[in-house]
Structures are given as structure tokens and as C-alpha cells.
């Protein structure tokens, strides 16, 4: 089942110029004016209103920005580090998962379909974590991990890096993504390999039939884009 759009957030009041707390497909964290439709959390990131530490922990979760009557301030002191993603196809590239509190029923779709796609029961929450965290950042630093894969292999929702910037698969084109958003969509290379910036988990788990929330613009016509 496709994910639908969620709703504003009500989690963070708006302020004159962005704070760094948006995430790319490549897992940074940036100050950009584009709005998240979803929120992340790698732990207590944040010194007052700086981000000083790319994560805290192996747990990456992608967060509804709404859930029961909760409201996350932002830069609280002792708490989390809320983050913000522009689709959940990107934060699937930037290492996430879906948060099996606030986003049961897709954290379970998740497992299911990396079930699926592996023959192997799902995982647990713990063993999850620890493998995503393996397959996103080299060890014992903060350098981004990517793998090799041929374009004709990869299911829709993978982010690679094509001409040195992140593009979204779909079924027949790719669309680069930049901080202002999506571009213009392009025909999808039949052949060769591709560096692939959503780690093999969540490959194998787009692979086994979970489908991510992919914002509107990326499947647009081109020059429908606004």
C-alpha cells in the first residue's frame, strides 16, 4: 500500500531562516527552505541550536509528523534532534527506517517485505537497526557507505548518485533531487552499474513490495513542476 501524504507539522513553530535540521538522501543535515513531510531521529544532536554531531546512535527512525496530541519542541535540551525529510523515499536513502511506534503499521510493512525479498523471517527492531547501520556510514567514521548495483535491478524508490547527485528511481525515469527539491525527470538508463545511496536493506525491501511516500513533483509531468 502506498503511503499517503501526511499532514502539516504541528511539531515545530516557523521560524525567519532555516535551522540545520533538514536531511538529504545522502544523510546530511542542512539548513534549506524545503518543508519535510516526515520526521527523523538519530538521537541528542544538537549544542543550543547547533547540530554538532552527524548521530548519536544506531537507531535511525522516520517519524509521523503527527501522533496522538504530542508536540516535539525543537532544540529542546536532553532531547532528541528533531529532523526533517523531504519524502520518505529520501529518507529511506538517508539511512531511515519507519518508526515502529508512531508508524506501526508501515514498520511492519517494512520487515514484511525485507522478509519477502530475503526468504528470512522479519527482523527484530535491534537486529535491524544494527544492520541498516553497517550498510549506511563506513565504521568508525561518518562517510557515507554506497554499493554497487545495475541500473535494470534496482525497484522504484532507490536513490543513486548519477553524475554526482542524488536521483530517484521509478519504474521509467529518474528524477534528480536537489535542495530545492525535485528536477526534471529523465529517462532511466537500461544498462550498466550505479552507485546506490539506499542501503541494501531498504532495497531489498522496496524489492519485496513496500512502497514508500514519494513526493508529488517527482512523478509529475515535466514542466508541471511547481
Keep these: ?21 533538514r536531511v538529504t538522501p545522502t544523510g546530511d543535515i542542512v539548513a534549506i527552505d524545503l518543508r519535510g513531510a516526515w520526521l527523523g531521529n538519530r538521537g541528542i544532536l544538537h549544542d543550543v541550536h547547533d547540530v554538532v554531531r552527524f548521530h548519536a546512535s544506531d537507531l535511525w527512525i522516520t517519524c509521523a509528523l503527527q501522533f496522538r496530541d504530542w508536540r516535539l519542541p525543537q532544540w529542546q535540551p536532553h532531547h532528541f534532534t528533531v529532523l526533517f525529510f523531504h519524502d520518505e523515499a529520501v529518507s529511506l536513502a538517508a539511512g531511515h527506517r519507519p518508526c515502529a511506534l508512531c508508524r506501526r503499521p508501515d514498520y511492519n510493512a517494512y520487515r514484511t517485505a525485507l522478509a519477502t525479498a530475503s526468504g528470512r523471517q522479519p527482523p527484530s527492531a535491534k537486529d535491524l537497526d544494527r544492520q541498516l547501520h553497517l550498510e549506511r556510514i563506513v565504521r568508525g567514521t561518518h562517510r557515507r557507505r554506497v554499493h554497487r548495483a545495475r541500473w535494470d535491478q534496482l525497484p522504484a524508490g532507490t536513490f543513486v548518485l548519477d553524475q554526482d547527485e542524488p536521483v530517484l528511481v521509478l519504474d521509467d525515469v529518474v528524477v534528480p533531487w536537489t535542495t530545492r527539491g ?18 541494501t536493506s531498504s532495497v531489498a525491501a522496496l524489492r519485496g513490495g513496500y512502497r514508500p511516500q514519494v513526493d508529488p513533483t517527482a512523478t509529475a509531468p515535466s514542466g508541471a513542476q511547481g
Design 182 to 199: 525535485y528536477g526534471a525527470r529523465r529517462t532511466r538508463p537500461g544498462r550498466g552499474d550505479v552507485d546506490v545511496l539506499t542501503p
Design 1 to 21: 500500500m502506498r503511503r499517503q501524504d501526511p499532514s502539516p507539522s504541528v511539531y515545530a513553530a516557523e521560524v525567519t531562516s532555516p535551522r540545520r535540521n
